[in-house]
């Protein structure tokens, strides 16, 4: 299967600070990423479509001011939380369609867990 | 609307005895995808399995299968032959027709392996 990285797989950082994620399809391209978060003992919550060139789409009820997201290019998507706050403390997670066959198949970088003090 | 649901939050099963996590799906869409993932403890969310709406015969990889009945709208894993690193969280998602490869997903369902 296709692999998807995911960097830094933990951070903890200052309230008001910004945390930058990044999202990496190892060995196929993506045009389009997906941006996760997850709650304890919760299904996954879609938080964004990250289209490779162009704005991403954001899901309602998430301020895209204050997740970032920029898809630079087509292995390479980013998810910044800008002046993170303890309620911003989650699990993100990233996922990227494999293109090489019909059934569109999302593969999941391994996650961040992020914890604003 | 597209729904899924998964009506075991939680199950407990012996290990090597085989499992059912039941997934029932709502869709208007003619042509649709069926999915299968695992979450260990770790967070990583594994693909397990993928059945098409039109494929003909029930989808298998190694020690799962997918029980699809395209009338009942249902779609569960079975797992054979349990084993104890079988113990995670499983969802299941669909992918509509226009999703623009979007999931939509299932509340889960924790499973543990008992040894």
């Known amino acids: 299967g296709a692999v998807v990285s995911q960097h830094p797989s933990w951070v903890i950082c200052k309230s008001g600070t910004s945390v930058k994620i990044e999202c990496r399809s190892l060995?196929?391209?993506?045009?389009?990423m997906f941006w996760y978060r997850q709650f304890p003992k919760q299904s996954l919550m879609l938080m964004a479509t990250s289209n490779e060139g162009s704005k991403a789409t954001y899901e309602q009820g998430v301020e895209k001011d204050k997740f970032l997201i920029n898809h630079a290019s087509l292995t390479l998507s980013t998810l910044t939380v800008t002046s993170a706050h303890p309620e911003d403390s989650s699990f993100y997670i990233c996922?990227?369609?494999?293109?090489?066959?019909?059934?569109?198949?999302?593969?999941f970088g391994p996650g961040t867990r992020l914890t604003v003090l | 609307a597209q729904k899924i649901t998964q009506t075991q939050p939680g199950m407990f099963v012996q290990e090597k005895e085989a499992v059912t996590l039941d997934c029932t799906y709502d869709t208007s869409d003619p042509s649709y995808g069926l999915f299968w993932y695992k979450q260990p403890s770790s967070g990583e969310m594994i693909f397990l399995i993928y059945q098409g709406s039109y494929d003909q015969q029930n989808a298998t990889e190694g020690r799962y299968s997918l029980n699809f009945q395209k009338a009942r709208k249902s779609a569960n894993l079975v797992i054979s032959a349990s084993q104890l690193g079988d113990s995670a969280m499983y969802f299941c998602?669909?992918?509509?027709?226009?999703?623009?490869?979007?999931?939509?997903w299932g509340a889960g369902t924790k499973l543990i392996i008992k040894p």
């Open positions: 996922s990227a369609p494999s293109t090489s066959d019909y059934t569109d198949t999302q593969y």
């Open positions: 998602a669909m992918k509509g027709l226009d999703s623009n490869y979007q999931l939509i």
């Open positions: 060995d196929f391209q993506a045009t389009t």
